[in-house]
């Protein structure tokens, strides 16, 4: 799906990822008078947190002492569209193209697209879970990846698979819901952050640790689970109606990576100015790496207002970087 200016018209700065680092750009971009378009693979804006998480409560983004993924994108989008940046969804970035007379093309798998500046919002790049492919029949029939919805988990018996943030945030998020509510891990130690496992362990929830997935039966649907120990292989049959397997997501770049960017491992390396190795192509949020980095929504933000003051200096060398704060411009 593809909305806003034709792919011809040269935009100010095109923001390649629309997840809430790329809201947020285009809303600060808009803020500094720059006309804007956002591109994105997915169908819907919102990066990875409206396709995987939209129900999980977020807890450290200032402003907001819990927020669902859902409600902060819609926030954010509904900022964003205040200055109405162009939209083009559903779109593959591919290739990157330095124009004679300056800026750039990007070329996606439908159309190209004309910018001054690019600021590379693309969060972990493409992305999707891994998956049990061992037990895939029942994908869609019980066991899923991630959760769109809590409703359909009330009164539900439900197997969480993993040690990870998505593993127990699922679980404290829908231990209220389900009827009962097992979680699974490998090791003996989370991965999730410590407050989240401390409030893992003060809950209702079953936690069987070193403990892993040896088959998922049923007819059509999911009807249980048989779990075993890793270190003494005995074993556990489960009576659940779904499986919700947190084991990691399989991610890169893509063709990000072929654009000449310098790269460390599957991050674009950026100077303090949010300036990547080729001048006029920015980046912000978690796509990016620097001395100190540290992957939160927060901090991107932070990135993202630096990356579009500077991208805006770059453009009109005679502009401030700093542009004053907004409560002084109303």
């Known amino acids: 799906m593809s909305d806003g200016a034709p ?3 040269p935009t ?12 947020f750009t285009a809303y600060y971009a808009g803020f500094r008078g720059l006309s804007v378009k956002i591109l994105d693979s997915l169908e819907e804006l919102g990066g990875q ?3 995987m998480y939209p129900e999980k409560l977020i807890f450290d983004v200032a402003g907001f002492p819990k927020v669902t993924g859902r409600e902060l994108v819609n926030r954010l989008v509904e900022q964003a569209f205040r200055y109405t940046p162009a939209v083009c969804l559903g779109e593959k970035v591919m290739m990157l193209r330095r124009q004679e007379e300056g800026g750039f093309t990007v070329v996606t798998d439908r159309a190209e697209h ?27 029939n019980g066991l899923v990846y991630f959760v769109k919805q809590l409703e359909p988990y009330r009164g539900r018996r439900v197997l969480i698979i993993g040690g990870g943030d998505s593993a127990v945030d699922w679980a404290l998020n829908l231990e209220p819901l389900a009827a009962s509510l097992t979680l699974i891990h490998r090791r003996d130690q989370f991965r999730a952050h410590e407050d989240s496992v401390r409030q893992l362990k003060a809950s209702s929830v079953r936690l069987l640790t070193p403990y892993e997935i040896r088959d998922i039966q049923g007819a059509e649907r999911v009807e249980r689970a048989v779990v075993y120990h890793n270190t003494t292989r005995q074993e556990e049959t489960l009576e659940v109606d779904a499986v919700v397997a947190c084991v990691g997501f399989v991610a890169n770049v893509g063709p990000l ?10 991050s674009i390396v950026v100077s303090t100015r949010m300036e990547t190795a080729i001048p006029g192509i920015y980046a912000a ?5 620097y001395p100190g980095k540290v992957r939160l929504i927060a901090t991107d933000f932070g990135e993202a207002a630096t990356a579009v003051c500077n991208a805006a200096h770059y453009l009109d060398p005679s502009a401030s970087i700093f542009p004053g704060y907004s409560t ?3």
């Open 114 to 140: 004309h910018g001054r500046v690019v600021i590379v919002t693309a969060g972990i790049g493409m992305f999707q879970p891994k998956r049990l492919t061992k037990f895939s029949r029942f994908e869609g």
């Open 257 to 266: 990576a072929q654009w000449g960017l310098e790269m460390n491992d599957h």
């Open 49 to 51: 947190v409206a396709a």
């Open 328 to 330: 002084h411009l109303g």
């Open 285 to 289: 949020g978690d796509v990016t790496w």
């Open 12 to 23: 100010d700065i095109l923001i390649v990822g629309g997840g809430p680092t790329g809201l």
């Open 7 to 9: 792919a011809t018209r």
